[in-house]
DNA sequence: CTGAATATGATAATCGATTGACATACCATT
DNA sequence: AATGGTATGTCAATCGATTATCATATTCAG
């Protein structure tokens, strides 16, 4: 594959001129541009990204770690990851750590080992201690860490009150609220705090049941759902802390003759991309991704320039009323 | 950050000895691999990639071009990817083209420029001409490309007289096909026409309608089922090309009172994440993708060594039965 | 006409690792 | 004692770009 040396040879230019004309640095003539243009497209040259980031000691990539791609909140969030990091001329790593926590642990270190600009650590479960010493920034997206430089959240609470306030309009009145059970404190278990203090507030003491969670699923949907049933059948309104959660339990209430949203109304957490169509469509809280993944993007690259960041940022949520509350 | 130098010196070895010890090459003693390997840890050395990159002339990247990550069957297909990279040592450069053919072509030269090992194409729209002098191996999954140098897709059409086949065995007798358009010629054309083919054989002629896709997606999903529902009430079975537009049908049937599986039954394609869980669940054609994903990495690594592979592998589907045709 | 601004060339160092050539040991065998 | 395998050191080139320095040449304004 051709160098800058061949470019510069076929331009009849400086390696030194052409090297200005690339990074657009210092004099160079209009003419100067023109030549090394039609040498570059000539040569079909495509400047070698590895020599560059080696010289300029970073390159222009961006770890992302997330431990499930496939599932649909995460696919989202890669999604506007992406498109934040295309936008400010970063490319990504992607890097799926399963929830393992030596995975997790490894892909950190790839992450150095091909120095990227920054690390976006989504969820997860890295243990403090061990990435104290990283040294490249790392931003959290939804997840509590000390050793991180800055990280990225929804309001939870709010979105909790939201949907309390939404089911108590909608005349529910024995509320329920169905959480995953994570093994670390993490920023989402405020949804189900949101939730109870709003319900509270109207003197309603809401259900609580914890499901226990693999990789951000239901270990055991059919049995989970067996199991709370009664309690299921007793409300007439319900919170699941994602919406993943929420179309499981759509599917448990078909089976069961439970009919949504006449007999249980169901509102969601995420707003993914299904649940704008499954059947019926679902009621939840929307966490602004875009605007979130585009923010991580920016601190990653503001950090690596030795810039300060603000520590920590919440994003508000939004109530989408569908079909499952109508 | 240290380099393989600091390594040395702190080792009290050569230079050269270390990146013996680092690529496992020529005569090392145990006890250089332990002076070595406790130096590492002290100093807490990664090797930098963009260097070793540059020196090989190629990165253990692999570039992936998708056009929707958000999509559910891409982000399978990403997972299994990633998954399938990791275990050949290989790590992911996601791209999303977007469907947008400059944004395409832009990150096939970006993979150039990243002197990745080789670039996974899914789908997507790439003309052929454009990108004839890549001297990247290129492996397509799901996607006929001339200028590619080995293709993966799964048995489209044999997927397409399954479904036929399952609808018919069900008792089904007034056939439906309603599949997406894409702008060129794909595999996946081929689920209709074996899905037409078994029809013909049984003695039924299937009905047939074509649903404007915009990326993978209905471009107006109310206005296509709302002029196509007469034609959806004739009918007792219906064969759609993925389960995007299934799910989407489902809840179209729903709001018109039609019953699934009792007046309607539905087969789709893909298998994605959420088909096992809707209401109802979805029976559909799976297609092998880790397998599939396996193979395009394998093969990328195989076209990078100059080895020869084949240009086209072609996986078996299953069908997978589930509430939406019981 | 002179000095400043503009434009480019030539050259070399640098980023951090790989690799080969060559030299030099220390062991075992035979 | 000679031979050959094992283990390592030294040194230098290389990968492809960036960047700084110094020199040179042109142009233009005052």
Redesign the interface.
């Known amino acids: 594959?051709a160098t800058i040396k061949d470019v510069a040879r076929e331009a009849g230019l400086a390696v030194g001129t052409v090297s200005r004309v690339l990074n657009n640095r210092g004099y160079i003539s209009e003419s100067a541009r023109v030549k090394v243009r039609e040498a570059m497209d000539k040569l079909?040259y495509?400047?070698?990204?590895?020599?560059r980031?080696?010289q300029k000691k970073h390159?222009n990539?961006i770890g992302v770690i997330v431990p499930?791609?496939?599932?649909?909140y995460f696919?989202?969030l890669?999604?506007c990851l992406?498109?934040a990091a295309?936008e400010q001329g970063n490319?990504?790593?992607?890097?799926?750590s399963k929830g393992i926590r030596d995975r997790e642990h490894e892909y950190m270190?790839?992450c150095?080992?091909?120095?990227v600009q920054g690390i976006i650590l989504c969820n997860g479960n890295l243990d403090l201690e061990r990435s104290g010493?990283i040294?490249i920034p790392v931003v959290t997206i939804e997840r509590k860490m000390e050793g991180g430089d800055a990280s990225i959240e929804c309001n939870n609470f709010e979105g909790g009150v939201l949907a309390a306030e939404h089911l108590i309009e909608k005349g529910c009145r024995r509320l329920l609220h169905i959480r995953g059970l994570a093994d670390i404190n993490m920023p989402a278990d405020q949804r189900g705090e949101g939730f109870e203090t709003a319900c509270l507030q109207h003197g309603i003491k809401p259900e609580i049941i914890h499901a226990p969670l693999l990789e951000y699923q239901l270990e055991n949907?059919e049995d989970f759902f067996k199991n709370s049933m009664d309690r299921i059948k007793e409300s007439d309104g319900v919170f699941l802390s994602d919406d993943?959660l929420a179309?499981?339990l759509?599917?448990a209430c078909?089976t069961a003759g439970i009919r949504i949203p006449e007999d249980l109304k169901v509102v969601g957490f995420d707003d993914v991309?299904?649940s704008s169509?499954?059947?019926?469509?679902l009621t939840t809280i929307r966490q602004p991704l875009r605007e979130m993944a585009g923010e991580a993007i920016r601190l990653a690259g503001l950090l690596n320039r030795k810039e300060p960041v603000p520590k920590n940022t919440v994003f508000p949520v939004k109530l989408i009323a569908r079909e499952s509350s109508s």
């Open positions: 594959m079909d495509q400047p070698n990204e590895m020599a980031s080696l390159s990539m499930r791609i496939e599932h649909p696919a989202k890669i999604s992406e498109e295309y490319r990504l790593l992607l890097l799926n270190e790839l150095r080992r091909n120095r010493d040294n949907p993943l179309v499981r759509m599917h078909w991309h299904f169509y499954v059947t019926p469509s």
